[in-house]
């Protein structure tokens, strides 16, 4: 029997995103289309049926069709950024629309969507991470044009039932989107539970190594909506390079080797750090003292992701000083990349944070684990008891 794509599985589309080698030499590997103008024909028309690469990049046609196939959608598209997709969803609405979005977010995404929406006349509500009953009754309070949900949601990685709110949503037609960053479709497929939308910062996991800043989102069905967001992008000009769109289809051919290592890391961290008397807290899915421990083992598949958070005892200075005698990790922001980082995530996000001050944030990648657990041990031994 002859293999289809949709027979494949997702390790293996991820590693053939390129559906077949390019005429004439038959290559490998996908070409890079720099172009951003065609040629028209004597007849005025244009044969390749592409006009200016604002609208789209030959270089990522492949890239879209394998982000949507592995997200089981119809259709994707590809962004200049995580933030340049997650902000074409909002603008994709009309004025006065209603918005759900959760009190703990995407620090950045959080912040424009303040402003965006009073800008915009855009009736806002927050509801708190992780409760999916305040949010079917303020569904039911409100007609709510689209849900924002982040799960799992920076930095205490509280989970939300997305499809314990999908019937409601459903039968008051309001739209569900979902940042799924850190939970990459390795781990779970938010469209599986009837969201409409899911949305990547493609910088993370999906390219994995900290060298391209890029953004997707992924669609259930192509509707009228999902045409405003591509015509928002094609004017807004929100448009990935194509040497950026090629380093993202390199990263993806190990995405699921890369997300299932990090994951067994940082599970093996995790109950490190839980025994460990400077340890305040460890707040990771994948611990059966996370109190959503439950729901995490009907979400996830391929183990519980690479993004942990940890409390140090003794406040912000014991956490900082924890941050600075780590060897192997280094110190930034950001993550979902092949090297493990950790952030003093209070000192990120600034005046105004919800995050508590003794709290780091730790991006697993995929070092040998011995050399992970002796980093934090070095380094909480460096500590005044
Ligand atoms: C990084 C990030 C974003 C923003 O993506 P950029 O690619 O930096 O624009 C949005 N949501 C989450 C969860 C992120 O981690």
Redesign the pocket.
């Known amino acids: 029997m002859p293999f289809t794509s949709s027979s494949l599985s997702p390790e293996t589309l991820a590693v053939h995103s390129q559906l077949k080698p390019s005429e004439p030499y038959k290559d490998i590997v996908s070409p890079i289309y720099v172009a951003t103008t065609y040629e028209r024909a004597a007849d005025n028309r244009y044969p390749g049926g592409r006009v200016y690469s604002r609208d789209g990049n030959p270089t990522y046609i492949d890239i879209e069709q394998c982000l949507s196939k592995l997200e089981n959608g119809e259709d994707a598209l590809l962004f200049a950024?995580?933030?340049?997709a997650?902000t074409s969803v909002f603008q994709a609405l009309q004025p006065e629309s209603t918005v759900l979005a959760p009190k703990h977010?995407?620090w950045?995404?959080r912040k424009w969507l303040i402003q965006f929406t009073q800008q915009w006349k855009i009736h806002l509500h927050f509801y708190e991470n992780g409760n999916s009953d305040e949010i079917i009754t303020l569904l039911s309070q409100h007609q709510v044009d689209l849900i924002w949900i982040?799960t799992p949601a920076?930095p205490t990685w509280e989970l939300t039932d997305v499809a314990a709110i999908t019937k409601s949503a459903k039968q008051k037609g309001t739209r569900i989107a979902v940042?799924a960053?850190?939970m990459t479709p390795v781990l779970a497929k938010p469209l599986d539970w009837r969201a409409d939308l899911v949305?990547h910062?493609?910088?993370?996991y999906l390219n994995g190594h900290s060298d391209v800043?890029?953004?997707a989102l992924v669609t259930k069905v192509v509707s009228p909506f999902w045409q405003r967001i591509r015509e928002i992008r094609a004017l807004g000009g929100s448009v990935l390079g194509p040497f950026e769109a090629w380093l993202l289809q390199r990263g993806l051919k190990t995405l699921f080797l890369r997300v299932k290592t990090a994951s067994a890391n940082a599970l093996e961290l995790a109950y490190y750090l839980e025994q460990h008397p400077q340890i305040l807290s460890v707040s990771y899915p994948g611990l059966s003292s996370f109190p959503q421990h439950e729901l995490a083992k009907t979400q996830f598949t391929n183990g519980f992701g690479g993004m942990l958070s940890i409390r140090i005892k003794g406040g912000a200075q014991q956490a900082i000083a924890v941050a600075a005698g780590l060897q192997v990790f280094k110190r930034a922001t950001?993550?979902?990349s092949v090297e493990s980082l950790v952030e003093h995530r209070k000192s990120v996000e600034g005046e105004g944070s919800a995050c508590p001050d003794d709290l780091l944030r730790l991006s697993i990648g995929i070092e040998n684990i011995h050399d992970l657990i002796q980093d934090f041990r070095q380094a909480l031994d460096q500590l005044e008891k």
Do not use: P
């Not at 950024?81 to 340049?84: E, I």
């Not at 910062?201 to 993370?204: E, I, L, V, W």
């Open positions: 950024s995580g933030m340049a997650a977010m995407y950045a995404l982040e920076n940042d960053t850190v949305m910062s493609a910088t993370k800043i890029a953004g950001s993550l979902g």
